[in-house]
């Protein structure tokens, strides 16, 4: 528990983010997790991974831009991609951070930024899921899904299983037939607002994907713990729904065995997939999130 808060408070620290990018073992640790830096980098892997039976999700690392023109060129990331996407015929859609986008800086001119994104994505058909980032913008990122999906209609939203407030939330978005992924929630929070211990973190996860599955929309399990996965199995087997009904998602690298059994029991597998030069903020959550990660992190940066 330690170890995570340490973590996530050092994802924070410009100049521990400084060292590190420049650490060959943190970016040797992060290509496990992270397709490459470049646009090309993350659609070949998009390509491998639609070869091997999954559909992806990408996403262009980033956030809390501090510049309009580092939320504009994140903005072209992502129109580029989409664009990429539609040429290439590849089973992907795409994730964004509203804060890449410009949030803490004005919100309409965010809004402005991913409309055109959403737009974009649904001229081709496509789809854009808003990533949920800490509970300091978890109402203005609803806000703004709800006003994408009554504007384009092709947009999803996230749902974090440790937020006490989880289950309103993922009852008004239904009311909407709003698309959620539903995750366990990867950001310090505090104790009034998040469960602290994991077992009722969990427990809440699986109330809400019971809520999810039975809502007749088509959204997103997005969990590598394997007794999540097995109750959700349960659970639409138990109320008869097909495996087009929801998908699973995992992140690329994590559980990559998991991925290739449900894929192989018939279950729709998505991959997110992130990529792009601002990794270190990624790389501590999911460090964070299991210490043999950062185990051998150690090890290779004594290596040097
Ligand atoms: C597709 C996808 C999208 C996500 N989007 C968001 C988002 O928008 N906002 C947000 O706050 N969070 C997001 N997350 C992160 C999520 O909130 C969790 O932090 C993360 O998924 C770990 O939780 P878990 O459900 O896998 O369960 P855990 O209980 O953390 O892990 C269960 C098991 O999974 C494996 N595992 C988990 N993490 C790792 C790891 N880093 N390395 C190796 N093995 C691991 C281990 O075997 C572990 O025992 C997303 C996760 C996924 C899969």
């Known amino acids: 528990m330690l170890l995570r808060r340490v973590l996530l408070y050092a994802a924070d620290r410009p100049f521990i983010r400084n060292f590190m990018l420049h650490s060959r073992a943190a970016r040797a640790l992060a290509l496990r997790f992270v397709a490459g830096e470049k646009v090309e980098d993350v659609l070949g892997a998009a390509q491998a991974i639609g070869e091997a039976g999954f559909s992806a999700s990408l996403d262009y690392l980033g956030e809390n831009v501090t510049q309009f023109s580092e939320a504009e060129a994140a903005r072209d990331v992502y129109l580029c991609l989409l664009d990429q996407i539609q040429a290439r015929g590849l089973n992907t859609n795409v994730s964004v951070k509203l804060t890449q986008l410009g949030l803490d800086l004005s919100q309409p001119r965010c809004q402005e930024h991913v409309a055109a994104v959403v737009e974009r994505a649904a001229s081709h058909g496509n789809l854009v899921r808003v990533d949920m980032e800490s509970s300091a913008y978890t109402d203005r990122t609803l806000e703004i899904v709800r006003g994408l999906r009554r504007r384009f209609g092709n ?59 039975k809502s007749g929309t088509y959204h997103a399990i997005a969990t590598h713990d394997e007794k999540i996965v097995r109750a959700t199995i349960e659970f639409a087997r138990a109320e008869g729904l097909a495996g087009e009904a929801f998908e699973f998602q995992m992140l690329y690298g994590i559980r990559r065995d998991l991925q290739a ?44």
């Open 155 to 213: 947009v999803g939203a996230v749902i974090q299983s440790y937020l006490r407030r989880s289950e309103r939330d993922v009852e008004q978005l239904l009311a909407e037939r709003i698309r959620i992924r539903l995750c366990k929630g990867a950001y310090q929070e505090p104790p009034e607002l998040a469960f602290p211990r994991k077992a009722d973190v969990d427990a809440n996860y699986v109330r809400l994907m019971r809520l999810l599955l």
């Open 261 to 304: 059994r449900l894929r192989d029991d018939g279950w729709r597998v998505r991959v997110y997939i992130p990529f792009g030069s601002h990794w270190f903020p990624y790389l501590t959550r999911r460090l964070a999130e299991r210490p043999a990660n950062l185990l051998f992190f150690m090890k290779n940066l004594l290596r040097g």
